[in-house]
Each structure stands twice: as C-alpha cells, then as structure tokens.
C-alpha cells in the first residue's frame, strides 16, 4: 500500500506562483511515474504533468512555460512549481504514483487563484 500526502494548495492572485509537494511513503518500487492531475467543479480529471523515476517530464499543454514538475527520490516527493497563476487553474490537484500494475492518488489540495 501506498499513501501520498499532498502540502502548498490555497488562495493566490492571478499571475502569482504557488508551489505543491506530495511525500509518498509505503511499499514503493524504484521504477515508478510520478504526477499532478487537477480537477475543476463539473469537469473531468486531467493531467497537469508527470515526472518519471529518472526524470523525463511531460506537461499538458495548459501547463508548458508556466509549470515546473521535478522530483526528490531519496525522498520519494513531488514537486509543482506554479508560476503565472491564471483563474482557469482554480482546482483541487490531486498527486498520483503509477508503479508496476497500480495508481495511487492523494486527497487532493485545493489551488484557487482569485483577487
């Protein structure tokens, strides 16, 4: 079993920057993916951006330019560093690890970017 726990979500202006960490502890493989997905009132789960155990990233298009996902492995966390921060990225992200035939997935933490 696998338990991430998700810190950094709350309230930021648009064009501020916000950053999330999720720690993960339990029964981890070495090889494993690592990401943020996000999802709004009424819409669908969607990815934010994943991070591979040796580093090869991939980010969402609403994402690129603006978000920066990077990992510590000796410390089995995640990072988003949120820059830019626009009203259409108001949503809980939730973290996710996908290692060998599993997901797991934290309780979410809440980003609003509002004045």
């Known amino acids: 079993q696998v338990e991430l726990v998700e810190s950094g979500g709350g309230l930021v202006q648009p064009g501020g920057s916000l950053r999330l960490s999720c720690a993960a502890s339990?029964?981890?493989?070495?090889?494993?993916?690592m990401g943020w997905y996000r999802q709004a009132p009424g819409n669908q789960r969607e990815l934010v951006a994943t991070?591979?155990?040796?580093?090869?990233?991939k980010y969402a298009d609403s994402a690129k330019g603006r978000f920066t996902i990077s990992r510590d492995n000796a410390k089995n966390t995640v990072y988003l560093q949120m820059s830019s921060l626009k009203p259409e990225d108001t949503a809980v992200y939730y973290c996710?690890?996908?290692?060998?035939?599993?997901?797991?997935w934290g309780q979410g933490t809440q980003v609003t970017v509002s004045s």
């Open positions: 991070i591979r155990y040796g580093g090869i990233t």
């Open positions: 996710n690890l996908h290692q060998i035939l599993m997901d797991y």
């Open positions: 339990g029964s981890i493989f070495r090889i494993n993916t």
